[in-house]
């Protein structure tokens, strides 16, 4: 929390000893919780994992709206709590109602591209952001608990959602819509895809085990990839090694379609990723030293 993930990627450098690292799925400076880095060839992977939900932890403060829809950001409007906002009933039914699909306009404080610069630093010049409403599904919205101190209350909330869409805007909008105001006052990831903060390491983890400790709790490529996998024989490897053209076999002719891919692995190793043209697989990506990480 408080490292933007700039700077995480550039911590994970300095422990793995490791000039190549990647990030997929920003995390803003403010929120804690699950980031996927790759590493090395890994690093080539990043673009391909399906990470189309995400679930959160989110705290959301009533009474107030932020310029940054978070608690880092100055007041830029207070409004009422009604009585209503300290009723667990009528909370749990508020943030249920959340799910769906929906538009939503992200924070003026993003990074969605405006005319090739960035909303947030537009925004931190002072000038006017305007950001068109984009789709997004909450697939899952739910109350924790609620917590009340001298006036002020905070909904303790689970989400799981749809990528794109930001917990800071849920918030903005959910105080606006409950006639009243809100920013998010905490926000952590708990699963990004199938990664889970249970499959993860901290980074004070990472800085005392370097590489060896990140080799032994790396995630298994084939985990985190939408494609089906396909053992190696010995003698396959070498082709596979020089990009040559392998058979399919007699199972695959069935199974996979023409131009969809599958992972090839080899002792214990992803070696390409490969994809099906008429009666051969061809290398759509490949990794000479093979990715480390598989468990089948």
């Known amino acids: 929390m408080g490292l933007s993930s700039h700077g995480a990627v550039a911590r994970a450098r300095r422990a793995l000893g490791e000039s190549k690292v990647g990030h997929a799925g920003t995390l803003d400076p403010a929120a804690s919780g699950v980031l996927l880095l790759g590493a090395g060839q890994a690093t080539r992977l990043l ?10 932890l989110a705290r959301i403060a009533f009474g107030s709206e932020t310029a940054t829809d978070d608690a880092e950001g100055d007041v830029v409007r207070t409004a009422p709590i009604g009585d209503e906002l300290f009723d667990e009933a009528f909370a749990r039914a508020a943030v249920a109602a959340l799910e ?15 005319d090739g610069m960035r909303a947030y630093a537009l925004a931190r010049k002072g000038g006017e952001v305007e950001l068109a409403p984009r789709s997004i599904t909450i697939h899952e919205a739910s109350l924790i608990s609620i917590e009340a101190c001298d006036g002020i209350v905070v909904w303790s909330c689970r989400f799981h959602v749809s990528k794109g869409t930001y917990i800071r805007s849920l918030a903005r909008d959910l ?8 920013h998010l006052c905490s926000l952590a990831r708990t699963a990004s895809g199938t990664v889970r903060i249970e499959d993860c390491m901290d980074l004070e983890q990472l800085d005392e085990g370097g590489l060896e400790l990140a080799l032994a709790h790396a995630l298994d490529p084939l985990e985190v990839l939408p494609y089906p996998h396909r053992m190696l024989s010995s003698d396959e490897l070498p082709d596979v090694l020089h990009g040559r ?3 399919l076999r007699g199972d695959e002719c069935e199974s996979l379609a023409e131009g969809n891919a599958i992972c090839l692995v080899h002792d ?5 990723i490969w994809e099906r043209r008429g009666a051969h697989l ?5 990794f000479p030293q093979g990715i480390e990480g598989v468990r089948l």
Not at 100 to 114: D, H, K, R, T
């Open 47 to 56: 673009g391909t994992i399906t990470l189309d939900d995400k679930r959160y």
């Open 100 to 114: 769906g699909v929906c538009e939503q306009v992200p924070p003026a404080f993003s990074a969605v591209s405006i």
């Open 175 to 182: 105080g606006r819509r409950l006639g009243s105001a809100a």
């Open 245 to 247: 053209p392998i058979r």
């Open 268 to 272: 214990a190793r992803l070696w390409g």
């Open 282 to 286: 061809v290398s759509r990506s490949n």
